[in-house]
């Protein structure tokens, strides 16, 4: 047997496998994150929130309560809320 005895693997063979594990495991973790991240299909949290109006100034329907922008009472007598 020669004192060079050359290993089965080459050093550079190593860093290929590693670059293609630490791709393969980068890809996955990107797949992952994308997943994750997806905005839900239920409707965005302003959309569940009623737009609510209240007026009572000068020239507008006193004491008019507004939801969504429908009319839906009046409040005689009250001038602010």
Sequence with gaps: MSPH?????????LRLVAAIALRGASIGLERMAHRLAA???????????????FHAEAGALEGALYVDGQLVAWLPGVSRL
């Design 39 to 53: 905005p839900s299909m239920g409707p965005p949290v302003e959309a569940q929130v009623p737009h609510v109006e």
């Design 5 to 13: 005895v050359q290993s089965p693997v080459r050093p550079g063979s």
